[in-house]
């Protein structure tokens, strides 16, 4: 989903029910890799109208639209997302990141060919993510809540204007130089 197209998703949502579809799910795209390049990212507005649409569904489809129940029930109780808790990534050449949408160019945390980095995997796992102690009255809460990789690619974009980048920053300043 990006800007450009969510407005399509009570269409798209519809068309594949009446095509017998039985769960229907989207994902917004992130502004990373190619995303980031092509701009195909969306704003806290565009998100909201993502979740309107995806009510709009729900209401005429009951139990149709998907959502990933642990994942939020995970949101609720404050806890991670799973970066480097529930799961690591290892591309081909063995570099390791955090979770599947992290740019490796800005959360490399070692390669498995030089040396398995422990070290920097548990300093992940220790990392408060971004959760409404920090983000509750911030504009972009809806796009890095409970997500850290997320919760990093906006504290690079906003810097200071980040109450839980600011925090992360002062207490693991070693870690996150190499992060970002």
Known sequence: MTEENVNE????GKFLKEKGINKFNISPSLNFGRAEINNLSYNNETLLEMQKQL???????????????ELIDKAKKGQKCGAGTDTITITPNGDVKPCPIAN????YLGNIFNEMPYDNISKIRELDIPQEKYCKNCEYTNFCLNCFVRGMKQYTNIGDKCKW??????SNDQLIKKLV
């Open 104 to 107: 490796i160019d800005d959360f």
């Open 165 to 170: 980048g600011v925090e992360v920053m002062q």
């Open 9 to 12: 998703i009570y269409t798209t």
């Open 55 to 69: 009510r709009k569904i729900e209401n005429i489809y009951p139990n149709y639209v998907k959502i990933d129940s």
